[in-house]
């Protein structure tokens, strides 16, 4: 069955970086993409990227550019999000998805989703 | 920026009733739209893609429609299981991003 396994919570300080891990299993991990969604304290989710596994290319929303890196390794099937120069406003779930229906199917949703990993950041 | 407005914020009903929530596109996404419904706790989850499509495993009384800048899910029949939060999705551009809405959630009255 497919599952997205994600890292454990992070505490930061205010400016440092933090790098979630996203690990896939179940399915071919380079056919389809790995999108990143983010759900501050409240309701509202985020999206902020995805990455296709297959060659690494990344799209990000321009909200998160310059800031952003998502990465893969494909020896582990391992995804990799980095959020730099963290604010407390960056404080949230992240969690990630997969795209619905493979990398050929674009624009698509997100079908499997990671169990989430928290992100404090506070001084 | 494309953004997305779902009414209502909260949404009191019975089991049993019919529950219909809307969103709103402030531009056309033509049918790139979708809809999650997610418990506390958890991660959203796929309920339906461009806008009318129920994704395997969702049970039939859940159903989507609209086109351009207005959309709506139905659940003809709420069940015990349906209490949750349900946003809509656009995900036809990229740039800046894919949006998702503001959330209505489906409470027992």
């Known amino acids: 069955q497919v599952q997205l396994v994600q890292s454990g919570a992070e505490v930061k300080k205010p400016g440092a970086s933090v790098k979630v891990s996203c690990k896939a299993s179940?399915?071919?991990?380079?056919?389809?993409?790995i999108h990143w969604v983010r759900q501050a304290p409240g309701p509202g989710l985020e999206w902020m990227g995805m990455i296709n596994p297959s060659g690494g290319s990344t799209t990000y929303a321009q909200k998160f550019q310059g800031r952003v890196t998502m990465t893969r390794d494909t020896s582990t099937g391992t995804v990799y999000m980095e959020l730099g120069s963290l604010t407390s406003d960056d404080t949230a779930v992240y969690y990630c998805?997969?795209?619905?229906?493979?990398?050929?199917?674009?624009?698509?949703?997100?079908?499997?989703w990671g169990q989430g990993t928290l992100v404090t950041v506070s001084s | 920026d494309i953004q997305m407005t779902q009414s209502p914020s909260t949404l009191s009903a019975s089991v049993g009733d019919r529950v219909t929530i809307t969103c709103r596109a402030s531009q056309s996404i033509s049918s790139w739209l979708a809809w999650y419904q997610q418990k506390p706790g958890t991660a959203p989850k796929l309920l339906v893609y461009q806008a009318s499509n129920l994704e395997s495993g969702v049970p039939s009384r859940f159903s989507g429609s609209g086109s351009g800048t207005e959309f709506t899910l139905t659940i003809s029949s709420l069940q015990p299981d349906d209490f949750a939060t349900y946003f809509c999705?656009?995900?036809?551009?990229?740039?800046?991003?894919?949006?998702f809405g503001g959330g209505t959630k489906v409470e027992l009255k």
């Open positions: 999705q656009q995900y036809k551009t990229y740039s800046p991003g894919h949006t």
């Open positions: 179940g399915y071919t991990f380079t056919t389809y993409h």
């Open positions: 998805a997969r795209g619905w229906g493979g990398v050929v199917t674009i624009p698509a949703p997100q079908d499997y």
